[in-house]
């Protein structure tokens, strides 16, 4: 897809899968190292494959390769200064992508940061953990990785803008704004009214009800989703069918009121100690059942349950298998293709070459020369500060996974088409909080701020009218995006083949948790069992505890930016080429990209990561630290023994100070002591800005309200309140990189019910009065 484009890859390890993704998609990745290369560790093998590399002395030296480039990404890795903007004043079409922990400017742009200290400026720490314990971090550093996908839209956004314009441009992409995201939708409670999310491992607290979604099982553990409505009261009751036929409940308990037993706990006519003693039949059940079982199960029966894989078990899935995930090179099995594409599969990359394997055999290729040329005609009104203007979009997905994606389409500039139906509501309109604690579906924060900048219609698909206007739609569109269960939107004549009658360069992409295809392809689940399913709960907690997981819906926050770089590649590929296609992606495989150094060390040294609290190999002290107050902490990161040392003297421990790394490993536990017990009387914003001053990485553990007030997170214009139909103003979560040449910010929150009708199928698809009132005579439009 990207095959005329060629990108400079500057960065260290933190930025590396950035240029992976690109490298997948087609573009000519070439690795820039320092003289001796870069450590040839599991992220080298894992992230740059099929790149090219040449090691660079000097900025002169980098200049004659930036002559020839589109793409830069850097992150300050280099031991000389890069001059980004000499770069683009010589190359006047190319994109540079600069990757910090803050932000190139505002009062923490010069700040030392780490994996932990990010999480723990996020939001994203202060929800993750047992609450009686410190909040805890995933064990495989996640922060820079989310950084890299991010970079990689990012210079993917930026060369559509290009396309438009004939210019490149500069992108500043803050690492903590991109790790906020993962924090969706707690990180937005504080300006909605709402009591902060407390942090509960294995389970969601509901008021004074801890709802366990985590069960020991005989060989592991197990998700068992335990909740209540109109959609999963159903899944529960033939979960609860299960458990009665096993014996582990009466008649009584199955024939419970399941749809509306929420409802029921707040008029008293059940009790919160009833659904724990429920709770405790389930883990009484879930003790002799295998993760296998649990499964098979789950899926013959489309119940809301799953395994806690750990990384043996995801390298060892079927599913996985029978999709042909894996890439088989010299003995080890390597994420592979993120996505399926129809038109331009995705192919094996090489292994990740040898420092400096290609000097001299980086010579400009005519033949793509003239493919870069190919220009988009933006239509005529189109504003040409939006990268993305005169891009139609129709979403048919729900939830978060793919609305996240087209979220960021929209606020580029695309025109995006939101189809909803009151009939089935999005999880979004009824759960994950709602201002000042009102439970309706206007109301709700998550809908505000995943579907910014978005049109919305409201159909009920049932109707065959209705699936007449969305055929309509698609003939209109230049991308289809669905989340239906697979085979769905087929049965409805509504599937690709279907579609391309009415458009046949059409692009579109289903996005489920487990693709479209491969015996696990009917999962029934949300972004918290493919969090499970992908082995990131498992890595989650301490170690002599079960698995906590990540907050939420983990993978519901890293499958976005890997589908965005999907539908971009794809975009840039029909506008040279006139070709659609269709794109299968998998939330579980876009996901598991994140931990391929585990996948890769565990099959190289049998070495299996899991939880293991805040321990770090190479940094100690390392962890998350008590401060005055009330559930308030500060991650402290010791990167070296120059910190150490600063922070033994700020400790008033200058007898410690001497202590290398070895040393300090071998007292891990003793000089963790010794720092909580100094924090404990601390004030964390305080201490963070003290630690900071004296050159030591930390951060105070920020929950909503911290984010909130954070002045970086303010300059960077994180929150954005925009305007909204009923609540007249809502709070809306940026995008974490800033375009030197696009407007940046949204301009409208997500919008009510049916909102856009008129200016939908009136402006847009033509209809007129007549036609429309068919449809609602039909009982089409709701």
Same mark, same amino acid.
């Given at each position: 897809?990207?095959?005329?484009?060629?990108?400079?890859?500057?960065?260290?390890?933190?930025?590396?899968?950035a240029?992976?993704?690109?490298?997948?998609?087609?573009?000519?990745?070439?690795?820039?190292?320092?003289?001796?290369?870069?450590?040839? !560790?599991?992220?080298?093998?894992?992230?740059?494959?099929?790149?090219?590399?040449?090691?660079?002395?000097?900025?002169?030296?980098?200049?004659?390769?930036?002559?020839? *480039?589109?793409?830069v990404?850097?992150?300050?890795?280099?031991?000389?200064?890069?001059?980004?903007d000499?770069?683009? +004043?010589a190359?006047?079409?190319?994109?540079?992508?600069?990757?910090?922990?803050?932000?190139?400017?505002g009062?923490?742009?010069?700040?030392?940061?780490?994996?932990?200290?990010?999480?723990? +400026?996020?939001?994203?720490?202060?929800?993750?953990?047992?609450?009686?314990?410190?909040?805890?971090?995933?064990?495989?550093?996640? *922060?820079?990785?989310? *950084?890299?996908? =991010?970079?990689?839209?990012?210079?993917?956004?930026?060369?559509?803008?290009?396309?438009?314009?004939?210019?490149?441009?500069?992108?500043?992409?803050?690492?903590? =704004?991109?790790?906020?995201?993962?924090?969706?939708?707690?990180?937005?409670?504080?300006?909605?009214?709402?009591?902060?999310?407390?942090?509960?491992?294995?389970?969601?607290?509901?008021?004074?009800?801890?709802?366990?979604?985590?069960?020991?099982?005989?060989?592991?553990?197990?998700?068992?989703?335990?909740?209540?409505?109109?959609?999963?009261?159903?899944?529960?009751?033939?979960?609860?069918?299960?458990?009665?036929?096993?014996?582990?409940?009466?008649?009584?308990?199955?024939?419970?009121?399941?749809?509306?037993?929420?409802?029921?706990?707040?008029?008293?006519?059940?009790?919160?100690?009833?659904?724990?003693r429920?709770?405790?039949?389930?883990?009484?059940?879930?003790?002799?059942?295998?993760?296998?079982?649990?499964?098979?199960?789950?899926l013959?029966?489309?119940?809301?349950?799953?395994?806690?894989?750990?990384?043996?078990?995801?390298?060892?899935?079927?599913?996985?298998?029978?999709?042909?995930?894996w890439?088989?090179?010299?003995? *080890?099995?390597?994420?592979?293709?993120?996505?399926?594409?129809?038109?331009?599969?995705?192919t094996?990359?090489?292994?990740?070459?040898?420092?400096?394997?290609?000097?001299?055999?980086?010579?400009?290729?005519?033949?793509?020369?003239?493919?870069?040329?190919?220009?988009?005609?933006?239509?005529? !009104?189109?504003?040409?500060?939006?990268?993305?203007?005169?891009?139609?979009?129709?979403?048919?997905?729900?939830?978060?996974?793919?609305?996240?994606?087209?979220?960021?389409?929209?606020?580029?500039?695309?025109?995006?088409?939101?189809?909803?139906?009151?009939?089935?509501?999005?999880?979004?309109?009824?759960?994950?909080?709602?201002?000042?604690?009102?439970?309706?579906?206007?109301?709700?924060?998550?809908?505000?701020?995943?579907?910014?900048?978005?049109?919305?219609?409201?159909?009920?698909?049932?109707?065959?009218?209705?699936?007449?206007?969305?055929?309509?739609l698609?003939?209109?569109?230049?991308?289809?995006?669905?989340?239906?269960?697979?085979?769905?939107?087929?049965?409805?004549?509504?599937?690709?083949?279907?579609?391309?009658?009415?458009?046949?360069?059409?692009?579109?992409?289903?996005?489920?948790?487990?693709?479209?295809?491969?015996?696990?392809?009917?999962?029934? !689940?949300?972004?918290?069992?493919?969090?499970?399913?992908?082995?990131?709960?498992?890595?989650?907690?301490?170690?002599?505890?079960?698995?906590?997981?990540?907050?939420?819906?983990?993978?519901?926050?890293?499958?976005?930016?890997?589908?965005?770089?999907?539908?971009?590649?794809?975009?840039?590929?029909?506008?040279?080429?006139?070709?659609?296609?269709?794109?299968?992606?998998?939330?579980m495989?876009?996901a598991?990209?994140?931990?391929?150094?585990?996948?890769?060390?565990?099959?190289?040294?049998?070495?299996?990561?899991?939880?293991?609290?805040?321990?770090?190999?190479?940094?100690?002290?390392?962890?998350?630290?008590?401060?005055?107050?009330?559930?308030?902490?500060?991650?402290?990161?010791?990167?070296?023994?120059?910190?150490?040392?600063?922070?033994?003297?700020?400790?008033?421990?200058?007898?410690?100070?001497d202590?290398?790394?070895?040393?300090?490993?071998?007292?891990?536990?003793?000089?963790?002591?010794?720092?909580?017990?100094?924090?404990?009387?601390?004030?964390?914003?305080?201490?963070?800005?003290?630690?900071?001053?004296?050159?030591?990485?930390?951060?105070?553990?920020q929950?909503?309200?911290?984010?909130?007030?954070?002045?970086?997170?303010?300059?960077?214009?994180?929150?954005?309140?925009?305007?909204h139909?009923?609540?007249?103003?809502?709070?809306?979560?940026?995008?974490p990189?800033?375009?030197?040449?696009?407007?940046?910010?949204?301009?409208?929150?997500?919008?009510?019910?049916?909102?856009?009708?008129?200016?939908?199928?009136?402006?847009?698809?033509?209809?007129?009065?007549?036609?429309?009132?068919?449809?609602?005579?039909?009982?089409?439009?709701e």
């Amino acid at each position: 897809m990207l095959g005329p484009y060629r990108v400079l890859d500057l960065t260290d390890e933190r930025g590396w899968l950035a240029g992976f993704l690109l490298a997948q998609l087609g573009a000519d990745v070439v690795l820039v190292e320092p003289p001796g290369g870069r450590p040839r !560790g599991h992220r080298h093998r894992a992230y740059n494959r099929g790149k090219r590399s040449v090691v660079v002395a000097d900025e002169e030296a980098l200049a004659a390769l930036g002559a020839d *480039a589109d793409i830069v990404l850097h992150n300050d890795g280099l031991p000389f200064e890069v001059d980004l903007d000499g770069l683009r +004043s010589a190359n006047e079409g190319l994109i540079t992508v600069h990757v910090t922990p803050w932000g190139e400017t505002g009062p923490k742009a010069d700040w030392r940061a780490t994996d932990l200290t990010l999480f723990a +400026s996020s939001g994203q720490l202060s929800v993750t953990g047992d609450s009686d314990r410190p909040p805890v971090r995933i064990s495989v550093p996640q *922060a820079w990785l989310h *950084a890299a996908c =991010q970079a990689a839209v990012a210079a993917l956004v930026a060369l559509e803008h290009r396309a438009r314009t004939g210019a490149g441009q500069h992108v500043d992409l803050s690492t903590q =704004q991109a790790v906020c995201e993962t924090a969706l939708s707690a990180i937005l409670y504080a300006p909605a009214g709402l009591e902060e999310v407390a942090r509960e491992a294995g389970g969601v607290r509901v008021g004074s009800l801890l709802l366990r979604t985590i069960y020991p099982c005989k060989d592991g553990h197990v998700v068992i989703t335990v909740s209540f409505g109109p959609m999963i009261g159903p899944m529960f009751r033939r979960f609860m069918a299960w458990v009665h036929e096993e014996g582990f409940c009466d008649r009584a308990t199955l024939e419970k009121n399941w749809v509306d037993f929420a409802l029921q706990l707040q008029t008293g006519e059940e009790t919160v100690e009833e659904i724990e003693r429920v709770m405790d039949c389930i883990a009484e059940f879930a003790k002799t059942k295998t993760k296998a079982e649990i499964q098979e199960r789950g899926l013959r029966d489309s119940l809301l349950v799953c395994p806690v894989n750990d990384l043996q078990d995801v390298l060892d899935s079927p599913q996985l298998a029978d999709r042909r995930f894996w890439d088989e090179l010299d003995g *080890a099995r390597y994420p592979g293709r993120f996505v399926v594409a129809s038109a331009t599969p995705l192919t094996v990359l090489a292994a990740a070459p040898d420092v400096d394997q290609h000097a001299g055999d980086l010579a400009p290729d005519p033949s793509v020369e003239a493919l870069r040329a190919a220009q988009m005609t933006v239509p005529e !009104g189109s504003r040409s500060d939006r990268p993305l203007a005169g891009l139609h979009v129709v979403d048919l997905s729900w939830v978060a996974a793919a609305p996240l994606a087209t979220k960021i389409l929209a606020h580029w500039g695309a025109t995006v088409i939101r189809v909803e139906s009151q009939n089935r509501p999005c999880l979004l309109r009824g759960a994950l909080g709602h201002r000042d604690d009102v439970p309706e579906q206007e109301n709700a924060i998550a809908w505000h701020s995943t579907n910014a900048n978005k049109y919305t219609v409201a159909l009920d698909l049932a109707k065959q009218e209705a699936r007449d206007v969305v055929r309509d739609l698609a003939a209109w569109a230049d991308v289809v995006t669905e989340s239906f269960t697979p085979g769905t939107m087929a049965a409805w004549g509504l599937g690709y083949d279907d579609l391309r009658v009415v458009n046949p360069d059409l692009i579109m992409l289903s996005s489920c948790v487990m693709g479209q295809t491969g015996p696990y392809r009917d999962f029934a !689940g949300f972004g918290n069992m493919a969090a499970s399913v992908a082995g990131f709960f498992d890595i989650t907690g301490w170690p002599d505890r079960g698995p906590a997981g990540p907050y939420l819906a983990y993978t519901d926050y890293c499958a976005p930016r890997f589908t965005v770089c999907a539908l971009l590649a794809a975009v840039d590929h029909h506008r040279r080429t006139g070709e659609g296609q269709y794109l299968d992606l998998s939330q579980m495989e876009s996901a598991v990209h994140l931990l391929a150094p585990a996948l890769l060390e565990l099959q190289e040294t049998g070495r299996k990561r899991t939880r293991r609290g805040n321990e770090d190999d190479h940094l100690v002290p390392h962890g998350v630290y008590p401060t005055f107050g009330d559930d308030q902490w500060i991650a402290i990161a010791v990167e070296d023994d120059e910190q150490w040392r600063s922070l033994a003297v700020e400790m008033r421990r200058a007898d410690l100070g001497d202590l290398d790394l070895d040393s300090r490993r071998a007292r891990r536990s003793e000089l963790d002591d010794i720092v909580g017990r100094w924090t404990s009387g601390q004030n964390g914003p305080g201490l963070t800005y003290r630690l900071q001053a004296h050159g030591v990485a930390a951060h105070h553990v920020q929950n909503s309200g911290g984010c909130i007030d954070d002045p970086q997170l303010a300059h960077r214009n994180h929150f954005q309140w925009l305007p909204h139909r009923l609540v007249r103003r809502a709070v809306v979560d940026g995008v974490p990189y800033r375009l030197s040449a696009a407007h940046n910010g949204f301009e409208w929150a997500g919008p009510t019910y049916g909102e856009h009708l008129s200016e939908v199928l009136g402006d847009l698809l033509g209809y007129d009065a007549d036609r429309i009132a068919e449809l609602a005579i039909a009982e089409a439009l709701e």
